[in-house]
């Protein structure tokens, strides 16, 4: 049962909700059979809300998913135990048992079709495959959560028997917090697949023990039940293991605590992905290209991947850029650079703090500059490493000339704009109040380049300070009047004659 999952807003938006507040749920409200219905229908929901998302996604029609056979046959199987588990606790009458245990077994028997479905669906060639692996995995973790909460409503069945159902979302949290993905070793693989299948096997069975229509004592299932809750928790706590050991290794000893810190901050506070993407909303429109020069854990990509557009992510900094490589590296819509922006192309020296990867910068004044802002002094760039450097006049000529262009890279923004020479529709750059010099060099910039006209983000408020843009010599004056503060943020400028 190993949780394979694109990095995607799916489980943040459908799927985490659906598991916590059905993981509670589970615990508070007795399986009877209307509830199983409702229970089963919103696992259905669930999956059907998250494939269509993920279809979205993947630039395919909506519900394309559904074209396909194989996936059919999956979908039918929570259709399927819904209706076995309902039959199954409605009552004592005999029809209604022998009914609710051959629909189980019905159910089981799918996950054999679907995956011969597949395999022919994929030998011919036509239709392409559609989310077959995500669907199948996900569907059956609601199936184990409907099994695992009915059989516990029966006598005799210990109430630990849920776990079986819920570990799968446990863990899924959890991996969520670290989406990693990676090639688990083929022992791990073989194993995960053996303890999946015995676990089904022993649900089965056990559903049928329940019913009365297999001649065994309730009793007689607590040994394979717990071993079936010990072997899933091995399983999950092994891939736990090794994906925190590929996360290490693939990361750094030294960089990793910093990037598991930058990964809550950027991508775990709840809704900060819907502010950015209605901020964003203003200055991009569907296929548009973004560049994010200084993309860090890619939290940008991912709303601007949402809303449509092709993104160039540059990240010279090799810890995050190997994150961005895992996440993005097979989205057409996403081009990851391991390479910094600057005035010229040529190599730097890119310095970071211990365990905070946030601060890497190519640049020794902003450096030293920020050495005496409170919040600041204590801070050591002890870490550096050498990184490839082009331009934004090379970019443009390698990728195209972008609709918007975030540049945010720890008071190096002058130095990046310098290597611009012609004037893009929209773009920003961060400013901190202690070192407001690159910030000002950089309003000079913009001025030479073009009609631009300029609005302030405070922090990441994913909000405009004023609802009419300023021109240049009113910014200026608002960001002298910062000098000493502590709130920083990120400068905006539009071209006066591309407004949305």
């Known amino acids: 049962m190993t949780f394979h999952g694109a990095f995607s807003p799916v489980y943040s938006r459908v799927l985490v909700p659906t598991a916590v507040v059905g993981g ?56 399927l135990l819904t209706a076995s588990f309902a039959l199954g606790l409605a009552g004592p009458q005999p029809l209604g048992l022998w009914m609710a245990g051959l629909l189980g077994v019905v159910a089981w028997l799918t996950d054999l079709v679907d995956g011969k479905l597949a395999r022919r669906s994929d030998a011919a060639g036509s239709p392409p495959r559609l989310l077959g692996g995500w669907l199948d995995a996900e569907t059956d973790s609601a199936g184990f959560l409907l099994a695992s909460w009915t059989l ?28 990693w993905n990676f090639r688990f070793p083929p022992w791990f693989q073989q194993g995960s697949r053996i303890v999946a299948a015995a676990s089904q096997v022993v649900l089965g069975f056990s ?20 071993t079936t809750v010990l072997l899933l928790a091995a399983s999950f706590l092994i891939e736990t293991v090794l994906r925190f050991l590929d996360f290490r290794r693939a990361t750094g000893p030294q960089a990793w605590p910093g990037l598991l810190r930058s990964l809550v901050l950027y991508h775990h506070q709840p809704f900060r992905q819907t502010r950015l993407r209605r901020f964003y909303r203003s200055l991009l429109s569907p296929g548009d290209l973004a560049f994010d020069v200084g993309a860090h854990v890619g939290n940008r990509v991912r709303a601007w991947c949402a809303l449509g557009c092709r993104v160039v992510a540059f990240e010279p900094q090799s810890s995050c850029r190997v994150l961005l490589d895992r996440w993005f590296g097979e989205d057409p819509q996403v081009t ?46 002890s870490q550096q490493e050498w990184a490839p450097v082009t ?10 000339i972008p609709a918007f262009i975030k540049i945010d890279v720890e008071g190096f923004e002058a130095e990046v704009l310098a290597g611009l020479s012609v004037p893009v529709r929209a773009l920003s750059v961060e400013f901190v109040p202690g070192a407001l010099g690159p910030a000002l ?9 073009g009609p631009y006209q300029f609005n302030v983000s405070l922090g990441e408020s994913m909000h405009l300070l004023w609802p009419l843009w300023l021109d240049g010599p009113a910014l200026r004056a608002y960001l002298e009047s910062l000098a000493g503060g502590d709130r920083g943020g990120d400068l905006y400028a539009r071209l006066r004659t591309s407004q949305k």
Request: with cysteine; aromatic share 10%; proline share 7%.
């Open 24 to 79: 509670f749920l589970v615990f508070l409200v007795p399986a009877n059979s209307g509830t199983v219905v409702v229970a089963g229908v919103l696992a259905l929901v669930s999956v059907l809300a998250g494939a269509h998302l993920l279809s979205k996604e993947s630039g395919l029609p909506p519900w394309a998913f559904l074209g396909r056979a194989a996936n059919l046959v999956t979908l039918s199987r929570l259709v």
């Open 152 to 179: 516990a409503s029966f006598p005799g069945v210990p109430g630990w028997v849920i776990l079986i159902g819920l570990y799968r979302y446990g863990f899924g949290v959890l991996f969520r917090l670290i989406p």
């Open 207 to 226: 559903w049928l023990v329940v019913l009365g229509l297999v001649p065994l004592p309730v009793t007689a299932l607590v040994p394979a039940l717990g």
């Open 336 to 381: 990851v650079v391991g390479e910094g922006l600057g005035s010229s192309e040529g190599r730097l020296l890119l310095r970071r703090p211990a365990g905070n990867p946030t601060l890497a910068s190519f640049s020794g004044t902003w450096i030293a500059d920020l050495a005496a802002v409170p919040g600041f002094q204590s801070t050591r760039w």
């Open 391 to 400: 331009t934004l006049d090379a970019a443009f000529v390698r990728f195209g």
């Open 441 to 449: 060099a950089c309003l000079d910039k913009l001025e030479a380049l």
